[in-house]
């Protein structure tokens, strides 16, 4: 199982960001997505969750700013940021849970976004 995670990197405040997360080794239709990010010094939180059913959750601290979608057909998550402010920079982790199997979790490695003028 692998959860590949790219494009994040160095944003002004204000600016746009899409990180992608590729899926391979799970059957990703059985799966709910979600990203979440881990500043330096503190714990690793969520910022938004995608149901296998379409539902979601957003940390209060992104909604209106964040959106999360997926695309079954590629099996990747991807989460829109926009108006970034810096302190969204953090460690971006993005995260497959089984939709009916408890405990079914993977983890991808990690991708740094940071804002900053």
């Known amino acids: 199982v692998q959860l590949q995670a790219s494009g994040g990197g160095l944003v002004q405040p204000g600016g746009s960001l899409r990180l992608s997360c590729a899926a391979s080794g799970i059957t990703f239709t059985n799966y709910d997505m979600g990203w979440y990010r881990q500043a330096p010094g503190k714990l690793r939180v969520l910022v938004a969750t995608?149901?296998?059913?379409?539902?979601?959750v957003y940390a209060d601290s992104v909604k209106e700013r964040f959106s999360i979608s997926r695309d079954n057909a590629k099996k990747t998550v991807y989460l829109q940021m926009n108006s970034l402010k810096p302190e969204d920079t953090a460690v971006y982790y993005c995260?497959?849970?089984?939709?009916?199997?408890?405990?079914?979790?993977?983890w991808g490695q990690g991708t740094q976004v940071t804002v900053s003028s």
């Open positions: 995260n497959a849970r089984h939709n009916w199997i408890r405990g079914l979790s993977y």
């Open positions: 995608l149901a296998v059913g379409g539902s979601t």
